[in-house]
């Protein structure tokens, strides 16, 4: 993004007094209201979330209601995101306890269809909600002037081999593998323009692999920590060579609040904290930690496509703007994550054997 309309230069360090988190009932936008009604309690949150099969209201229970406001909806509908960025007050709204509220003055946009294994199956939502909802949203930031903060992958810029001595930097061409993958970097693609274009005050951030509580049982580190506990020995697709680069939930909360409010306007940074592991290693470690054999599992068909290998190089966030992970201990965040697993057994079990299912149908 770095030709722009008006050329770069630093976001006020300001903190926004009211943020629009799409996607905030799902794994990463929970976390992120949590870490900020624990760091910012100046900042209103207000969700806007479909509540998908990946969402759920209750992830954001525990957040004081006087800092949040929960809309349930879709962010393709355009009229309904006009209506919660309108600043004009009507004569109900100013009767009412919400409109004590400032306008919103910032969205930050996590709502995204995001399992590849889905988006092997059917493309469609995926272009839906990732392409024409984040068109939606830009198009809203752009009549509100708002600043926009877009969250995206690195898995847009494709894979690695397991042997290449380099890392995914800002410089890296886009070379996406998966439906999945496409539709983030067509969505990455359209908030560049909008700022090229239109001088949308946006920055993106594309990051490696988040673990941490909350997140679905269909992802890697949740579906073997939940087949251990549920019975059914975990899966590993192929060989389980290939690598992720995993960062803990709460680090990229960190980083993403600090694009927010320092990072420079029109600028992508790459998020990650070293944390390269290959899936099997992790396997490994799960079924160490919960005291099982190191082979109880099964060896199930590969991902079509699958991505070989991820790995950041997150040296421009961490120059720029200081930022740096604080949860570097993998094993122990390991930990922790199958704790909360184990302690919120109500939480995963409605959504286990439907996934299982699925999987079982897509042989793996
Ligand atoms: P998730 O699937 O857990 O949550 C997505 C949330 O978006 C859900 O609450 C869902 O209900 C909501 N949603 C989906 N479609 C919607 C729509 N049309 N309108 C409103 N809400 C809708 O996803 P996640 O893992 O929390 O990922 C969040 C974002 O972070 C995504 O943009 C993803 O691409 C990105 N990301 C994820 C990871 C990761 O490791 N999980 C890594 C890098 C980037
Ligand atoms: O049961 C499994 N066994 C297995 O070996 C599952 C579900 C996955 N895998 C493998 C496939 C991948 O190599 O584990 C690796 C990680 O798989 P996922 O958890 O599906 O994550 P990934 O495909 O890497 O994508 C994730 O990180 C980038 C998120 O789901 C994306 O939203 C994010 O953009």
Redesign the pocket.
């Given at each position: 993004m770095s030709h722009a309309a008006s050329s770069p230069s630093p976001s006020s360090a300001t903190v926004p007094q009211h943020i629009l988190v799409?996607?905030?009932?799902?794994?990463?936008?929970?976390n992120f209201a949590h870490w900020v009604a624990r760091n910012h309690p100046e900042t209103h949150i207000t969700v806007?979330?479909?509540?998908?099969y990946?969402?759920?209201r209750e992830n954001l229970d525990g957040i004081f209601p006087d800092q949040l406001t929960f809309v349930h909806?879709?962010?393709?509908d355009a009229a309904l995101v006009e209506s919660l960025l309108d600043r004009t007050p009507s004569p109900a709204s100013a009767a009412s306890p919400a409109s004590a509220q400032p306008p919103i003055d910032a969205i930050v946009?996590?709502?995204?269809?995001?399992?590849n294994d889905n988006s092997i199956l059917d493309a469609s939502?995926f272009l839906?909600?990732?392409v024409t909802?984040t068109y939606v949203l830009l198009e809203a930031a752009r009549r509100h002037d708002l600043r926009f903060h877009h969250?995206?992958?690195?898995e847009v810029y494709g894979d690695l081999a397991l042997d290449d001595p380099h890392k995914f930097t800002e410089r890296s061409p886009y070379n996406p593998s998966s439906p999945y993958s496409a539709s983030?970097a067509a969505s990455d693609h359209l908030v560049r323009a909008w700022h090229r274009t239109y001088g949308l005050r946006a920055t993106i951030s594309?990051?490696?692999?988040?673990y941490g509580p909350y997140?679905?049982v269909e992802?890697f580190i949740p579906r073997q920590i939940t087949n251990i506990l549920a019975g059914i020995r975990p899966k590993l697709y192929g060989q389980g060579l290939a690598v992720r680069d995993w960062i803990n939930v709460e680090d990229?909360c960190s980083a993403i609040w600090t694009i927010l409010v320092r990072g420079r306007i029109g600028e992508t940074y790459l998020v990650g904290a070293n944390g390269e592991h290959s899936n099997i290693d992790v396997l490994r470690m799960i079924l160490e930690h919960m005291g099982r054999s190191p082979d109880d599992f099964d060896h199930v068909n590969d991902r079509p496509g699958g991505d070989v290998r991820y790995a950041i190089d997150a040296t421009k966030i961490e120059t720029e703007l200081g930022w740096h992970p604080r949860f570097t201990d993998f094993s122990a965040g390991l930990d922790r994550t199958i704790d909360w697993y184990r302690t919120h057994q109500d939480w995963w079990m409605p959504d286990k054997m439907a996934t299982e299912e699925k999987y079982r149908r897509q042989g793996h």
């Open positions: 799409t996607g905030g009932a799902g794994f990463i936008g929970a806007l979330d479909a509540l998908t990946a969402g759920k909806g879709d962010i393709c946009h996590f709502a995204a269809e995001s399992h939502p839906k909600t990732n909802g969250i995206s992958t690195d983030k594309n990051c490696s692999n988040n997140q679905h992802k990229h």
